[in-house]
């Protein structure tokens, strides 16, 4: 028993033609590919979002986004910890000028100083 709706022969109600089964499968076919076709797009967009952050997709590097996320969290706090998390913000470094391929004296430095 064919799964067409009106097999080869048989009369369409609504236009009083007879069906032809080759019809019937050729559209169903390409119904199906596009059905699929439909669907890798899909797969395929689905897959292309995800592999990508969404602070790389915002032109952001990690870095980036880890201290702008960081400063919100911090600006959330109550006090007394937000007094405490600023504390720890704070960074201190060393620059040392190299001449002649040897290091002279470093400097200790803090974020908030200009060079």
Not at 17 to 33: A, C, G, I, L
Not at 43 to 52: E, F, K, N, Y
Request: proline share 5%; hydrophobic share 30%.
């Amino acid at each position: 028993m064919s799964s067409d709706p009106a097999p080869k022969g048989q009369r369409i109600p609504e236009t009083g033609r007879e069906t032809d089964n080759r019809s019937f499968q050729d559209r169903r076919e390409r119904e199906r590919e596009r059905e699929r076709e439909r669907e890798r797009e899909r797969d395929a967009m689905a897959s292309t979002a995800a592999a990508v952050p969404f602070w790389r997709a915002a032109g952001m590097t990690y870095i980036t986004y880890s201290n702008i996320c960081a400063s919100l969290v911090r600006g959330c706090l109550k006090e007394p910890y937000r007094s405490e998390a600023a504390a720890r913000e704070k960074v201190h470094f060393a620059v040392s000028k190299w001449a002649n391929g040897k290091p002279e004296k470093s400097s200790i430095r803090s974020d908030s100083q200009a060079e």
